[in-house]
């Protein structure tokens, strides 16, 4: 801080701050130099760090230019390297400091003669002790030419140190990264390249994700198909396809996935593009209508759109589409009843499901499709005609599960039918192997009859006896008719799930020996190849069963 000025030259100043002329050979700001504030103190530590390395580069030029001679340091001026040494360690020193330096002898040690106080003014109280200034002008003089080196070298490890270690940190690497080989390494940089770029996720080490080991899944309502699909119901986040003919069960399975999804806590969607929901067949089955999301579109294109919005909010658990053949597309519905449509209704099942594999992954949405049956009549070659589904190839492709129900029977009582018989097919499934067969009985006006499906695979397991002609045995009690034992089941829950647990582990450790054994007499058997261009999957899975 300089001393303050008086506006006046006669004002009266204080002592402390008075003004020395010229002739004394010294200053007042020099006589305070001892006493400054932190922060002129900090400016001129700065300063003197600065004076400390314009001295070595100049030292360095020095003895280049002399060829690199040792005796070239000693040669350097007394009063240049004094200067140096006291500015390196951080001491300023005053006018009288440098005059002594200047007459010290060289190779001597300089006599510290402290300046005389100018007249009028009185110091004591700011002049630091004697002791302190001959101990810091005494460093700043008695060091050498090598301090110079050191600093300049000290400075320069220590950047490129606090470099490697900056870079060290940006990369995120290790030091195990210089065992690693160029390929692993190139390896680590791409997917760190792949994570700036598109986020976390974007790629990853399949075993060691915990988020792609286990699929959750919602149960069909059935527990025979639980079973025979492997994984314990339909995968949550995939597409799945139920087709078959006309009044064989599909929308009665579709409603049953629904029922199961609402018990568990989550919403649900139908899009009812035939306009046929029968709200009174939902609520028997056990759907809760009053949280469905109900939605009968006037085209295709509002279907999927709206069926896009549903998934990619992330809030619906199971969205049914019934059916795939009822998605008009608009440009059919605008134009002429004969009008010829080539493959719109297949271009636009493609693009639809181009946009929403991605979404429903994210989503771990149920996207369930209900399609019909069409007879193609062979053109050429062999095998009479076949059936196909509607709305292209697409929907073969993307589903992760497709499931062929078909009618078997009917269940009468007396002369009244009261329900049918259904096989179920798997014709594709990505998490189990495919081609297996579940049976249930689906009574009309009810749906999925569970109880009749546990006598039969109780029958078939042996937990359930059958004696004579109708008589039945289950935990040492005797019942005539399936019909007694079945609504002994109905009405006892608790037992109907520990008849249930048992028949599912019995089914999970004898599925395997039954599995082997089948390999081993099927080893037996000669193979048979089936051209694929002839046959439908349901008459490769018949060939192959047969």
């Not at 009859?449 to 546990?454: A, D, I, K, P, V």
Request: with cysteine.
């Amino acid at each position: 801080m300089r001393p303050r000025r008086l506006a006046a030259a006669g004002g009266r100043r204080p002592r402390e701050e008075a003004d020395v002329s010229a002739e004394d050979g010294i200053g007042a700001r020099d006589w305070y130099a001892g006493r400054t504030s932190p922060k002129v103190a900090s400016i001129a530590t700065t300063a003197s760090r600065r004076c400390a390395d314009l001295s070595a580069g100049f030292a360095s030029q020095s003895r280049r230019i002399r060829g690199g001679n040792s005796d070239g340091d000693e040669a350097l001026s007394p009063q240049r390297s004094n200067a140096a040494e006291a500015a390196s360690d951080g001491v300023i020193g005053t006018r009288a400091e440098m005059d002594t330096e200047k007459s010290a002898p060289l190779g001597g040690e300089s006599r510290q003669q402290p300046p005389m106080a100018p007249k009028g003014l009185n110091l004591t109280k700011a002049r630091p002790p004697k002791r302190v200034l001959a101990q810091s002008y005494k460093q700043g003089i008695c060091g050498s030419t090598f301090h110079y080196r050191e600093f300049s070298s000290k400075v320069t490890d220590s950047s490129l140190a606090y470099a490697a270690k900056k870079k060290s940190k940006s990369s995120g690497t290790d030091s195990g990264e210089e065992n690693m080989s160029k390929k692993d390494l190139a390896l680590h940089q791409a997917i760190d390249q792949i994570t700036s770029a598109f986020g976390k996720g974007a790629i990853m080490w399949l075993g060691r994700s915990q988020g792609h080991r286990d699929v959750p899944v919602v149960s069909t309502g059935s527990f025979a198909l639980d079973m025979a699909l492997g994984t314990g119901g339909l995968p949550k986040g995939r597409v799945i396809e139920v087709y078959g003919p006309e009044a064989s069960g599909k929308t009665t399975l579709a409603l049953h996935v629904i029922a199961e999804a609402q018990r568990n806590g989550g919403y649900c969607a139908f899009v009812d593009a035939e306009h046929a929901l029968d709200p009174a067949l939902a609520e028997s089955i056990g759907v809760d209508t009053n949280n469905l999301l109900l939605s009968q579109p006037d085209c295709a294109e509002q279907a999927l759109s709206l069926v896009d919005t549903l998934i990619r909010s992330g809030s619906v658990d199971v969205v049914v589409v019934d059916s795939v053949a009822a998605l008009v597309p608009k440009t059919e519905l605008d134009g002429e009843m004969g009008d010829a449509h080539v493959a719109l209704q297949a271009r636009l099942m493609s693009q639809a499901l181009r946009k929403l594999s991605h979404s429903l992954s994210l989503s771990q949405t149920i996207l369930l499709f209900i399609n019909q049956t069409r007879a193609k009549v062979a053109t050429f070659g062999f095998g009479g005609p076949t059936e196909v589904t509607s709305g292209g190839n697409a929907l073969k492709f993307y589903a992760s599960v497709r499931l062929n129900i078909r009618r078997i029977g009917l269940v009468k009582k007396g002369e009244e039918t009261i329900g049918s018989q259904v096989a179920v097919k798997i014709v594709k499934n990505k998490h189990a192997p495919p081609f297996k067969t579940a049976q249930f009985e689906i009574e009309f006006g009810k749906g999925i009859c569970r109880s009749s499906e546990l006598v039969e695979l109780g029958l078939k397991r042996k937990l359930v006896q059958k004696t004579g002609g109708a008589m039945y045995t289950f935990n040492d009690m005797s019942f005539r008719g399936k019909d007694n034992l079945k609504s002994y089941l109905t009405e006892n829950e608790s037992v109907a799930k520990d008849l249930e647990m048992k028949l599912r582990k019995l089914m999970e450790t004898q599925g395997p020996k039954e599995q082997e054994a089948e390999d081993s007499s099927l080893s037996d058997l000669p193979e048979e190849i089936v051209a694929p261009e002839t046959l439908s999957e349901e008459d490769l899975a018949a060939v192959v069963e047969a």
